[in-house]
């Protein structure tokens, strides 16, 4: 083989080398673009779609191939062979044009291309782009497959056979319809058509009409119960009309000259409403938690869900609480969180570092989780309990000297009563696993607890039988546990034990004659006359109302029957919510200003601008008597007439005004509509009464009358009556 001829196998060999390289780096994704123009547009397109694609790759490849020309050979030659001595271009250069020593050497190069071994001159493989590119399209063509199955549009658009309807000749008759469902993107769920004009659909989905009539009316239109109508177009032979939904509804069609039963038949379209997301705290266990000793870390677990999917990332607010009485400083700052896990169910675990946030003793590290669900165009959230991680302060100093003196202090923290319920439902869920004696001390513990919520909470109404919650330590000062220091000498008045837990200040002496100066020596007062705490009467009641649930509650815990006290601590959470929605006003307590008393009409006798009692009293109206009215209308014996005079616009009004009250609007108006539709009817009738019957006011209270008794009783009272002068 010449010269000539090896260095045209060499060229044609690279440039086949490169054009399949880049049909093996591209070609995969011939795969993903077959598959998805498939499953949107059928075999056909997937064909075209994947024969052009080829075309376009083909051509790709022949145009790589090409650039390979006998310059890049001449440089390869002289990069890859020694021996070309830099002086490759010779071999391609014409002998006539070349002077004696260039012809010498243009031989010499062509012996040594014949003569000596071959070199690989053909370019390498590109295995990492090859490697990505069938990664990528593999990613695609499961995205591909795993995607929702979306039918083809011409059967989306095919109309179902309707149900016949009696119809006199000439009359306009329903015989195709259909209805075309398109949920909102962002559920991921795919059209359908309902033949039968119902079903249920996804908030916010679109629907669209199409309805077929023979022969053809004038006018088509869709009448909702709630008054709004929808005029449908014609195009060709069908009618159409399209609408977004946004809550459940009951409609009917008329057509122009249709028979009457046409417009009589409801269809009813129920929206499932989108629910915000769902959030729960797996870790840590409770909502304060208290550092242990060489804590570094803080771990947290959340679990978030959603019926049609989550937000990519969650947002973590962290708050860090610093100082102590009036010198609190807050800290606040945000982390985003990627879940784990599937779209509608994720997890969010983070570990926070404790000295890079910059937590020291006594602060304390608020975290609360919010999510978000990926709804358009306006996003629903949810916020999880506030996690509090707290650093107690310093628990006392402890000094031994002669005295061997120790003090301890505690922080000044209350357990809340949600927090005692929790405590207590935790207690019951361990009950297996602790044996009698330390079941009965972790419930005697949540009792103290209540306790002293209990006496926190009765200091507003002035309890006192057990004193203020003291610090169950060695070192409590004074004498809180002694006797009243008013009462010294052997014959001062005894306080009762009611008032023996706390000092008053010291009191003046007494003066004679002055009713203030008795009430202080010999009466136990509380309110300080200037500065007083007045709580209006109800809020004194809901206030007395828990620290009696609070009562029971701790009773049943002190006893070591969480079971029995968790129903009492519910009813106390309760009454303590309303107090604190409840309004308080602190000013300074005066004495009532009455009008004077008019001496002078005292035992006169006269009666002007006195009320007369013997005015009658006016009967109660029903609170609603439009239902009044439908009650009564609807009695069993009413018959038809009764049922032709009912209003039934003014019903269809209320209800749209009241329909929140209504558990289910939709099959009260179907049921209206069918009394409306026959009068006669007993069992359209029945099923509105029942569906009244829970929306009826209970009546008021009333006198109940005296019963008259037996035989005997009536003659007793008939002579009572005659021997009554």
């Not at 009951?250 to 038949?265: D, G, H, V, W």
């Not at 004498?479 to 306080?495: I, L, M, R, S, T």
Request: proline share 7%; glycine share 6%; with cysteine.
């Amino acid at each position: 083989m010449s010269a000539s001829s090896r260095l045209r196998t060499w060229l044609r060999a690279a440039r086949w080398r490169r054009g399949a390289d880049a049909a093996a780096t591209w070609s995969p994704w011939l795969i993903p673009i077959a598959w998805g123009t498939a499953r949107a547009g059928g075999a056909v397109w997937a064909w075209g779609a994947a024969l052009s694609c080829a075309a376009l790759l083909a051509g790709f490849a022949w145009r790589r191939a090409v650039d390979l020309d006998t310059q890049w050979l001449i440089r390869r030659l002289n990069a890859l062979r020694p021996d070309m001595d830099d002086s490759a271009d010779l071999l391609f250069a014409r002998g006539d044009g070349l002077n004696g020593l260039q012809r010498l050497q243009q031989a010499r190069l062509q012996d040594r291309i014949v003569t000596a071994p071959a070199v690989e001159l053909r370019p390498s493989w590109s295995r990492r782009r090859i490697a990505v590119s069938a990664l990528f399209a593999a990613l695609v063509s499961t995205a591909i497959a795993l995607w929702p199955v979306s039918p083809p549009r011409d059967a989306l658009d095919r109309l179902a056979p309707a149900p016949s309807i009696a119809a006199a000749p000439g009359q306009p008759r329903l015989i195709g319809q259909s209805l075309r469902v398109d949920p909102p993107a962002y559920t991921a769920l795919a059209p359908r058509m309902e033949p039968s004009l119902e079903g249920r659909v996804a908030e916010a989905s679109r629907l669209r009409w199409t309805l077929r009539f023979q022969p053809q009316p004038t006018t088509v239109t869709l009448v909702f119960h709630d008054g709004q109508r929808l005029p449908l177009r014609r195009d060709a032979e069908d009618w159409s009309a399209q609408r977004v939904l946004n809550k459940s509804v009951l409609y009917r069609i008329e057509a122009s000259a249709a028979p009457a039963a046409l417009a009589r038949k409801l269809y009813r379209i129920d929206v499932t409403a989108d629910r915000p997301p769902q959030l729960r705290v797996l870790e840590p266990e409770r909502g304060l938690t208290l550092l242990t000793a060489g804590q570094k870390t803080w771990p947290l677990n959340f679990e978030a869900s959603d019926d049609y999917g989550l937000a990519t990332a969650a947002r973590l607010r962290i708050t860090l609480a610093q100082g102590s009485g009036e010198n609190i400083t807050f800290r606040e700052q945000f982390l985003s969180l990627r879940g784990s896990g599937p779209a509608k169910l994720k997890r969010y675990a983070h570990r926070l570092d404790l000295a890079a946030l910059g937590f020291a003793v006594g602060d304390d590290l608020i975290v609360q989780l919010q999510v978000e669900d990926n709804r358009a165009p306006k996003p629903q959230n949810a916020l999880s309990p506030s996690l509090i991680l707290r650093w107690p302060a310093d628990l006392g100093s402890q000094a031994t000297g002669i005295e061997g003196l120790v003090k301890t202090t505690l922080p000044a923290y209350f357990r809340s009563q949600r927090q005692i319920i929790i405590d207590a439902q935790a207690l019951i869920a361990q009950r297996r696993k602790l044996d009698a004696e330390r079941f009965i001390k972790r419930s005697d513990e949540i009792g103290v607890d209540q306790r002293l919520l209990r006496l926190r909470y009765g200091q507003f109404l002035g309890e006192e039988a057990e004193g203020e919650p003291k610090l169950p330590t060695s070192d409590s000062e004074d004498a809180h546990d002694e006797d009243h220091d008013h009462a010294e000498g052997a014959d001062a008045p005894k306080q009762t034990a009611a008032h023996d837990d706390h000092d008053h200040a010291p009191t003046a002496a007494p003066v004679f004659g002055q009713e203030g100066s008795v009430l202080e020596q010999y009466g136990h007062t509380h309110d300080h006359a200037e500065a007083a705490t007045l709580l209006d009467p109800q809020t004194r009641q809901l206030l007395k109302s828990a620290l009696d649930q609070m009562w029971q509650s701790e009773l049943h815990l002190r006893q070591g029957h969480p079971q029995q006290a968790l129903p009492f601590a519910y009813k106390a959470l309760g009454f303590i919510k309303q107090v604190q929605q409840a309004s308080r006003i602190y000013l300074a307590r005066v004495g009532p200003e009455l009008p004077p008393i008019d001496e002078s009409r005292r035992l006169s006798g006269k009666r002007e601008g006195l009320a007369r009692r013997g005015d009658e009293l006016d009967a109660a109206t029903a609170a609603d008597p439009t239902l009044a009215a439908l009650w009564r209308e609807l009695e069993p014996g009413a018959g038809a007439t009764a049922a032709g005079a009912i209003d039934y616009a003014a019903l269809e009004r209320w209800l749209r005004e009241h329909e929140a009250r209504v558990p289910d609007p939709l099959a009260f108006a179907a049921a209206l509509s069918a009394l409306r539709e026959q009068p006669d009817c007993a069992a359209c009738r029945a099923q509105l009464r029942a569906l009244l019957w829970p929306l009826l006011q209970r009546p008021a209270a009333t006198v109940r009358p005296r019963d008259g008794g037996d035989a005997v009783d009536r003659r007793y009272f008939e002579a009572l009556q005659q021997a009554r002068p």
